[in-house]
């Protein structure tokens, strides 16, 4: 017979696109903004680095080769995401053992103290190579927090949304990563307003990191208040030995090896575009001539608002018709629309604020189910360790990796092949949304 927290765990796990069996105490408001608030942080903090990247390359990376400097700083943004599974599990393991609250706390700590470090990092005039070495290695840092603090919130959404409300309240959660992003455009806006390009490579730059720290005390203080998720009290409450439980956890990741691999390819897609769509568009409008990196930066604004709307929208929708046919809608319409939404943006038919809304418009249902859609596969003893490695792998090795590759492409006079990339990431992560398997059920 299944124990307590087995039971709980198979009757969680209902498959994307069905009714959900079960769902969090209460309406699970104020556990909402816990996670939606350090989405905010999470992605504030991550991203500043990427905008901020073409103006401290020059000041961080030693040497007299500007495009060598820029693509040393975007590979410490790769960087941080390829160490990112290692924290899925070190802090993901801690978040199955000690709590989802625990594991959000701990996240959130050292993100926020990365950041702090990162504001007052000597410069290679000062300390030499150093300086790009201890950047990288405080980056690293930042990406093992962050590979446990998305699974964790995910897995910590999905316990305690009200059950017909699950993937608005994921669409809503994963907002907060998009609000960290308008936060940020709107943050590097006004430093290239007030100080200009000069300033802001001239030092300015650090006040982006200090905002970044501070964002994360305060994130600290609203999770604080949070409870932790009733699912998975009820999951630790088993008397079962520790031997016991080990021997289960390896037989659950046994039986959820193939929704590992379809999170991993589904994710590829998902991730490619958003980085595409957010993180390098103003460099890529910058680089086909369309607009300058400020103009570029600040066109970004209501793009991201609209994403918002439009994710809540989306969440609404597959809370009403089924998860599973949202995402594939949405990864289907990227594989289409992605190469002629950009080459008629490059031919000037489209303007750049058109076609990153349209970009993000279709990128919208995936990444605001994804939370959910994805958690809910795997069991409460596992759940934030077996969706976290998959999840976190693929963003390191194709979100994370994309600006760089993206700009090595634009500087071998390849630039045109990028909406191509991100095309094909989701024509094969539309093919990974078949590979999905219904959990057991007891």
Same mark, same amino acid.
């Not at 998902?270 to 990196?293: C, D, H, K, N, W």
């Given at each position: 017979?299944?124990?307590?927290?087995? *039971?709980s765990?198979?009757?969680?796990?209902? #498959?994307? +696109?069905?009714?959900e069996?079960?769902?969090?105490?209460?309406?699970?408001?104020?556990?909402?903004?816990a %996670?939606?608030v350090?989405?905010? *942080?999470?992605?504030?903090?991550? !991203?500043?680095?990427?905008?901020?990247a073409?103006?401290?390359?020059?000041?961080?990376?030693?040497?007299?080769? #500007?495009? %060598?400097?820029?693509?040393?700083?975007?590979?410490?943004?790769?960087?941080?995401?390829?160490?990112?599974?290692?924290?899925?599990?070190?802090i993901?393991?801690?978040?199955d053992?000690?709590?989802?609250?625990? @594991?959000?706390?701990?996240?959130?700590?050292?993100?926020?103290?990365?950041?702090?470090?990162?504001?007052?990092?000597?410069? %290679?005039?000062?300390?030499?190579? =150093?300086?790009?070495v201890?950047?990288?290695?405080?980056?690293?840092?930042?990406?093992?927090?962050?590979g446990?603090?998305?699974?964790?919130?995910?897995?910590?959404?999905?316990?305690?949304? #009200?059950?017909?409300?699950?993937?608005?309240? &994921?669409?809503?959660?994963?907002?907060?990563?998009?609000?960290?992003?308008?936060?940020?455009?709107?943050?590097?806006t006004?430093?290239?307003t007030v100080? @200009?390009?000069?300033?802001?490579?001239?030092? +300015?730059?650090?006040?982006?990191?200090?905002?970044?720290g501070?964002?994360?005390?305060?994130?600290?203080?609203?999770?604080? !208040?949070?409870?932790?998720?009733?699912?998975?009290?009820?999951?630790?409450?088993?008397?079962?030995?520790?031997?016991?439980?080990?021997?289960?956890?390896?037989?659950?990741?046994?039986? &959820?090896?193939?929704?590992?691999?379809?999170v991993?390819?589904?994710?590829?897609g998902?991730?490619?575009?958003?980085?595409?769509?957010?993180?390098?568009? #103003?460099?890529?409008?910058?680089?086909?001539?369309?607009?300058?990196?400020a103009?570029?930066? /600040?066109?970004?604004?209501?793009?991201?608002?609209?994403?918002? *709307?439009?994710?809540?929208?989306?969440?609404?929708?597959?809370?009403?018709?089924g998860?599973?046919?949202?995402?594939?809608?949405?990864?289907?319409l990227? %594989?289409?629309? !992605?190469v002629?939404?950009?080459?008629?943006?490059?031919?000037?038919?489209?303007?750049?604020?058109?076609?990153?809304?349209?970009? =993000?418009?279709?990128?919208?249902?995936?990444?605001?189910?994804?939370?959910v859609?994805?958690?809910?596969?795997?069991?409460?003893?596992?759940?934030?360790?077996?969706?976290?490695?998959?999840?976190?792998? /693929?963003?390191?090795?194709?979100?994370?990796?994309?600006?760089?590759?993206?700009?090595?492409?634009?500087?071998? @006079?390849?630039?045109?092949?990028?909406?191509?990339?991100a095309?094909?990431?989701? *024509?094969?992560?539309?093919?990974?949304?078949?590979?999905?398997r219904?959990?057991?059920?007891?």
């Open positions: 017979m299944a124990d307590v927290g087995s *039971v765990a198979q009757a969680s796990a209902a #498959p994307p +696109g069905t009714k069996a079960g769902g969090g105490g209460g309406n699970g408001r104020r556990e909402l903004l %996670a939606t350090g989405g905010v *942080v999470e992605s504030f903090d991550w !991203t500043i680095y990427a905008v901020l073409p103006y401290f390359a020059s000041e961080m990376f030693p040497g007299d080769d #500007p495009v %060598a400097k820029l693509l040393g700083a975007y590979l410490g943004f790769a960087v941080g995401f390829l160490v990112r599974p290692f924290g899925s599990y070190v993901g393991r801690i978040s053992r000690r709590g989802r609250r625990f @594991g959000l706390m701990l996240s959130m700590g050292l993100i926020s103290a990365a950041s702090f470090l990162l504001a007052a990092l000597p410069t %290679a005039g000062q300390i030499g190579v =150093l300086a790009p201890l950047l990288v290695a405080i980056r690293m840092v930042q990406g093992l927090s962050m446990g603090e998305n699974p964790s919130v995910a897995a910590y959404v999905t316990e305690t949304a #009200p059950k017909r409300l699950r993937f608005l309240y &994921s669409g809503i959660s994963y907002s907060g990563i998009i609000l960290g992003n308008i936060l940020c455009f709107g943050a590097l006004v430093m290239l100080l @200009g390009e000069d300033g802001v490579a001239d030092g +300015g730059w650090r006040i982006g990191f200090v905002v970044a501070l964002m994360g005390l305060l994130s600290l203080w609203v999770r604080r !208040t949070a409870q932790e998720s009733e699912e998975f009290t009820a999951g630790s409450e088993d008397s079962t030995s520790a031997a016991a439980a080990a021997a289960e956890r390896r037989s659950l990741f046994r039986a &959820s090896a193939r929704n590992m691999v379809a991993f390819l589904t994710t590829l998902i991730t490619v575009s958003y980085y595409f769509g957010t993180t390098y568009m #103003p460099q890529y409008a910058e680089r086909l001539g369309l607009s300058s990196g103009e570029g930066t /600040a066109a970004m604004l209501v793009p991201l608002a609209l994403l918002i *709307v439009a994710m809540a929208a989306f969440g609404v929708l597959a809370d009403r018709v998860s599973t046919r949202t995402v594939r809608t949405g990864l289907g990227l %594989a289409v629309c !992605t002629p939404v950009f080459q008629a943006m490059e031919a000037g038919v489209l303007p750049v604020w058109l076609a990153t809304i349209l970009h =993000l418009f279709c990128l919208a249902a995936p990444l605001a189910l994804f939370n859609f994805f958690a809910r596969l795997f069991p409460v003893q596992i759940r934030v360790v077996a969706m976290g490695l998959p999840f976190t792998a /693929a963003v390191g090795l194709f979100g994370g990796t994309f600006p760089m590759v993206a700009e090595a492409l634009a500087g071998a @006079g390849h630039i045109a092949l990028v909406p191509w990339l095309a094909a990431a989701c *024509v094969v992560s539309f093919g990974a949304t078949f590979l999905i219904r959990p057991a059920q007891s």
